[in-house]
């Protein structure tokens, strides 16, 4: 094992990408091989410090916040194996989503489901169960086929199916609390094409139809303003057309004016103005027309986010997904609260990892936003207590209210994860506040 990186930081602060998560480890370390990884955490546990791993920082509750040892596996994201033929791929766990999905394209492959975002890395997606949409289709955990981890003694851990099968289904969705994973092989899928289609539509009847829908196309999904009464929805479905890339130009105008920068503009009035919230919410889905793309899925999928906010997401029976929505959008202006962002629902397929907001139920997800600057914690206790009733299970990588003891009845295999934990972290080496408190402590 080498000596500890020489990219050791110590007394350095780190924040997230909404700025609203901040912390001052004592060490931050960025290794560059999986030697230098396990240095760092075994000279890490040696000096009693607890060790948090950091991704791009697209986390917006404090799951990574420590005062301890943060390490970042920005430097080790390299490709190290590629089976073409059964779509393999064996990465680093630092590289992000987007430099996968490039180099996937070369090989002819790509993953099979992705969420709108593809500035994360790889890990710290599949930490936090993060998902995109389709009502057959799982979270991005469901498509990975071994695992690489770094324990906190330094050691290395391999898990998949076929070996300590029990640790593959816990550390699909470790939440950073099992050990550092290094290196993730993927289930791939040849390279395929999307097209897609956004509209306007009536709220009501689709959320009247939001099953039949949702089950209608391989990805589906929408967003609906408060105020208004019109979502608007987003399919995306295989085609073999050719792909027809947009223009740099094109996709600068709808990308990066329209739908972040005009967007900004309205979110910066509503928050000068609270009282035109209603009407500003209702001009922008009035300006929202129907468009249509055939593109690589990769580029279909992902969407830049330049406009800060922060966020909740719940997870709930796929059933009661439109009761959530229309308790929501009841509860906004019942509670006069002022919410200039959409909420957005997504559909996810059942999967057997341990804590996955998906775990053995096929799920509709309903995320709430707030622009940066206004106050968020009112209304978003507000729908926790609507997801609350509805059996909701938070995503891990957003903001919740929730408690260890609050959670553990919404999992069957809750305490089988922490007999896997007290196994593989029994110092708890891979602790902070936030797994204190969401999870409980190591062996508790």
């Known amino acids: 094992m080498s000596e500890p990186s020489d990219h050791d930081t110590r007394g350095a602060g780190w924040r997230n990408w909404a700025g609203d998560q901040v912390c001052r ?21 040696g000096a009693g ?38 779509g393999a791929v064996r990465v680093q766990a630092g590289i992000t989503i987007r430099e996968l999905g490039v180099r996937l394209a070369r090989e002819g492959l790509a993953m099979e489901n992705l969420g709108d975002i593809d500035v994360q890395s790889i890990g710290g997606a599949i930490a936090t169960a993060t998902h995109g949409t389709g009502a057959r289709l799982g979270n991005i955990p469901t498509q990975v086929s071994e695992l690489v981890l770094v ?15 029990e640790l593959f289904r816990a550390a699909r969705v470790g939440l950073g609390s099992l050990g550092v994973v290094a290196e993730v092989t993927l289930r791939c899928v040849p390279a395929f094409t999307l097209h897609g289609v956004d509209a306007p539509a009536p709220l009501a009847d689709t959320l009247d139809r939001l099953e039949e829908i949702a089950l209608a196309n391989e990805h589906f999904e929408f ?33 990066v004016l329209m739908n972040n920068h005009a967007f900004g503009l309205f979110c910066r ?3 000068r103005a609270h009282g035109a919230i209603p009407r500003i919410n209702r001009m922008v889905t009035r300006l929202a027309g129907r468009s249509e793309r055939v593109e690589s899925s990769a580029a279909i999928f992902a969407s830049p986010r330049l406009v800060r906010f922060t966020e909740m997401e719940y997870a709930v029976p796929r059933s009661r997904t439109a009761e959530a929505v229309r308790r929501v959008m009841a509860m906004i202006p019942e509670r006069g609260f002022a919410v200039p962002f959409p909420i957005e629902v997504r559909t996810v397929a059942a999967d057997d990892a341990m804590l996955s907001t998906a775990a053995a139920r096929d799920s509709g997800f309903v995320a709430v936003h707030m622009f940066e600057g206004m106050e968020w914690e009112p209304y978003f206790r507000a729908v926790e207590a609507i997801m609350d009733e509805l059996d909701g299970r938070p995503h891990w990588g ?12 919404r999992y069957a295999e809750w305490d089988r994860f922490a007999q896997v934990r007290a196994r593989v972290d029994p110092d708890g080496v891979f602790a902070n506040e936030w797994t204190d408190r969401v999870l409980g402590p190591v062996g508790g």
């Open 269 to 271: 009035a509503g928050r």
């Open 151 to 165: 324990l906190g003694d330094g050691s290395l851990v391999r898990c998949s199916a076929a070996e300590d099968p």
């Open 49 to 86: 410090l607890r060790v948090r791993v950091r991704g791009a920082g697209h986390s917006f509750s404090d799951i990574t916040l420590t005062d301890g040892a943060l390490i970042s596996l920005e430097r080790m994201r390299a490709v190290l194996d590629v089976d073409r033929a059964s």
């Open 223 to 255: 967003f609906v303003f408060p105020h208004a009464d019109t979502a608007l929805t987003r399919t995306n479905n295989r085609t073999e057309k050719p792909p027809r890339p947009r223009s740099t130009a094109s996709a600068y105008v709808n990308d």
């Open 25 to 45: 480890p004592v060490r931050m370390a960025s290794p560059a091989t999986l030697e230098e990884l396990q240095a760092a955490v075994a000279d890490a546990a």
């Open 398 to 409: 957003k903001r919740h209210f929730q408690t260890a003891s609050k959670l553990r009845s």
